[in-house]
């Protein structure tokens, strides 16, 4: 196929809802589904969620002062569970400025330097992951929600050629076991249909909150494929995607995974 | 200064089984596992947990390397009197934390 045709394929998925390969909008499930009863519990029961460690620590850090211009994010926002309903159902979103989406991680860092004068988070530290949950919390249950208009769509191409991109070692796509193979077991592991609907999340295997991207460098690894430094486009443009995919899906922020 | 969460009833009728549920977040380093360079970090773990009720101790545990970060304990007691439950989790490193919940018993 010439390059510009594959443009104009990637488009042509994009804009209709039932493609062959694409799960229809109403057999999407989110990752909660596929889990044993005893996780879900922990999930369900706020004192049993160890992602629930972590909100608390953010909610601390939400009316912590920072940086050399001492203002704290409640200093601007106020209250989070009004000023950040429905945020994280939202992100990644387009940001005017750096002139590409950027997720939640990247939006708190944004504020830490341009507002607090401080110095960025580093990823996967725990002051990060914690402000993550907490703002993410704030939008538990609501709808996911990505804009879907001029800005985000080259993007959101971007997106859906990783997606479907063959990649690494093992010359597998995200495709190939999300969207073919969902529901079927890889090993003993379910093959969920890849919705983030929960992060940052708690899994059990890593024992510690960790963020979408972290997963998606697990994914990676796994296909044998070179991962992406944190933080690179390829990443938010995945993360986009996938959260475009999974709209209508209830945010479960913190979830727990297997 | 670790964070823990309790769920335990606030009320409860005399002679009744009441479960209690504690989470504490702790890394749980098992002692096993090597850092960058090659060398073991050293071992960080919860070692005992004590749960009094009114003074007095009804659960007591022993936590090994073998148990995963950010221990979830469950556990049940008979409710007696109104009063105070409170644990107590001490570690390595002199890591020690406290928590107490007040229950009703009617």
Known sequence: ???????????????????????????????????????????????????????????????????????????????ARASMKGVAARYPAFNAARGRPVDLEERINICRTEQQQSTPLPFESKELLAL???????????????????????????????????????????????????GQKLAGAAIPQGHPTGYPLYRLEWQTLGSLQRRLRNCLFGMRAISYPFG?????????????RARGLPVETPAVRP | MARALINAPAKAKR??????????????????????????????????FICKYNGQEIFRAELFPAIA??????????ATESGTLSFEWTGDNGFSATESVNITVE
């Open chain 1, 232 to 244: 690179a486009p390829e990443y938010v443009d995945l993360e986009l995607y996938l959260m475009w």
């Open chain 1, 1 to 79: 196929m010439r390059p510009g045709a594959a443009v104009v394929f990637a488009a042509a998925v994009l804009g209709t809802t039932a493609t062959a390969g694409e799960i229809p909008l109403a057999d999407r499930k989110s990752g909660y589904e596929f889990m044993a009863r005893e996780t879900r519990a922990m999930q369900d029961d706020d004192t049993a969620n160890p992602g629930m460690l972590w909100v608390l620590d953010g909610e601390t850090l939400w009316k912590r002062n920072e940086g050399s211009a001492a203002k704290s994010c409640a200093d601007c926002h106020g209250d």
């Open chain 1, 132 to 182: 993550a949950a907490y703002v993410g919390q704030q939008s538990r249950g609501m709808p996911i929600e990505i804009a879907d208009d001029e800005r985000t769509k080259p993007f959101l191409q971007a997106g859906h050629e990783l997606f479907t991109q063959r990649q690494g070692q093992l010359n597998l796509s995200c495709a190939q076991c999300h969207d073919d193979n969902w």
């Open chain 2, 15 to 48: 002679g009744e089984i009441i479960e209690i549920k504690t989470l504490i977040s702790h890394n749980m380093e098992t002692g096993f596992r090597p850092d960058n360079t090659g060398k073991p970090v050293p071992r960080d773990i919860i070692t005992d």
């Open chain 2, 69 to 78: 970060a950010n221990p979830f304990l469950t556990f049940s007691t008979i």
